[in-house]
C-alpha cells in the first residue's frame, strides 16, 4: 500500500500551527518520510514548510536522500571536515526561519541540535514543542500499519511455540531468549522489537534483565517478546510453570488472566483509558493482589513499542477506532516472581479486535 507521506506532512503542519517542523531520525522521520536514518553524533533535520520538504544532511547520508525523487526534497549538505553549523545557519536564512515558528519534537530533539538553531538565529520563543501532536497523530493506525502488526504477531507467536515446546527446567533464560530470537527471525521477522526472559523470582521483576539464571521446576517462565516486521511491532507477554505451582502461584495466574479478560471485553470506542485501566485493576484489588499491580494496564503500539494511547489510571482519553494497544496486567510478588499475560488490540468500531491468540491459560 503506498503512503501518502504529503498529506501526513500537510496535516501535521497544519495541527502544529507552526511555520516550519522539524523532525530528526527515528520513528517520527520514517512515518513522516518513510526515511530511515541512524541517529548519531551527525545531525539530520527534515524540515517541512509550505514551500516543502528541506534537509540538513551530512554528505554520508545524501544518497539515501537522492533514492527518495518523489519526496523533492531541498538539501542542506555538510562534511564531517567542514562541520554542520553553517549547513543550519544556511537552513535558517534560506528558508527564512529566522523570524518564523519552529514546531520540534520535545522527546527526540536533542540539546546540540537545538542549540545549533539558536545560532542560526532562531529564538527561543519561536521554538515550539509539538511532541504530543506527532504521538496523537500517530496513535490512529492505517490498515496497512495493523496489517504490518499483525504479520508481526503471527511471526511471535508460531516461534513461541516452538520454543515452548523445546524449553525445560535448567535451560538459562539466555539460551531460551536466544532459541526465541532464531525462531522469529526464521520465519521472517525483520528484527526484534523487545526479548525479555525471566524466570523464578526475577520474574518479579516487570524490567528485569534477561541473564544466565537457570529455570527451575515449579517456577514462573515469564516471556516478554515480539518481532519486528516492515518496522512494526509486536508486544506479547505469557507466563510458564512447569512442574506444580503452588496454591499462591495458581492464585496470582488466575487474578491476571481474568484482569486481561474484564479489559479486552469492556474496552471499545468512546470509553476512556483510564476506565479501561480501573476494570482490569478492580478485578486483582477483588482478588486481594492490588498492592502488587505496580504499573500502567497498557500502552500504545506502533512504529514504536510504547507510544499514545497510553492506558493508565486518570488518563481521560477516549479510545477511537484504529487506535492500537496492549492490555498486559500483572502482579509480582517479592521472593515468588511475577504473572503477566499481555495482548495486543486494535479498536474497532464497536470494541476491539484482538489481534493475539497463544492460549492464555496457565
Known sequence: MSIDYQARLDALLEQSESDL????????????????????????????SKDGLSFIIPELEVT??????DLEARRFQWTDEVGYYTAFRNAANDLGMVNKT???????????????????????QNGIDIGRILLNMRAIKAPDEVANMQKA??????????TVDWAKPGMTERQIADKL?????????????????????????????????????????LIDFGAKYNDYPADITRTFCVGEPTDQMRAMYDAVYHANKAAREFAK?????????????????????????IHRLGHGLGL????????VSGDQTVLEPGMVFTIEPGVYLPQVGGVRIEDNVVVTEDGVKVLTSYPREL
Not at 64 to 69: H, S, Y
Open 181 to 221: 530470537t532464531a525462531e522469529m527471525k526464521d520465519r521472517g521477522a525483520q528484527n526484534i522489537a523487545f526479548m525479555l526472559v525471566l524466570t523464578g523470582e526475577k520474574s518479579g521483576l516487570p524490567h528485569g534483565n534477561t541473564g544466565d539464571r537457570v529455570w527451575g521446576e515449579d517456577e514462573f517462565l
Open 64 to 69: 539515501k536522500l537522492e533514492n527518495r525523487p
Open 21 to 48: 517542523v522539524a523532525i530528526v531520525p527515528g520513528e517520527n522521520m520514517v512515518y513522516f518520510t518513510g526515511l530511515h536514518f541512524h541517529l548519531s553524533e551527525r545531525p539530520i533535520i527534515g524540515l517541512y
Open 153 to 162: 504477531v503471527d511471526i511471535s507467536e508460531a516461534a513461541l511455540k516452538v
Open 269 to 293: 470506542p468512546g470509553v476512556t483509558c483510564h476506565e479501561v485501566d480501573r476494570v482490569a485493576r478492580q478485578v486483582i484489588e477483588d482478588a486481594g493482589l492490588g498492592q502488587y499491580f
Open 304 to 311: 514504536s513499542v510504547h507510544e499514545l494511547p497510553n492506558i
Open 102 to 124: 519552529l514546531g520540534m519534537d520535545g522527546q527526540t530533539m536533542r540539546v546540540f541540535e537545538w542549540l545549533a538553531f539558536k545560532k542560526a538565529g532562531i529564538s527561543s
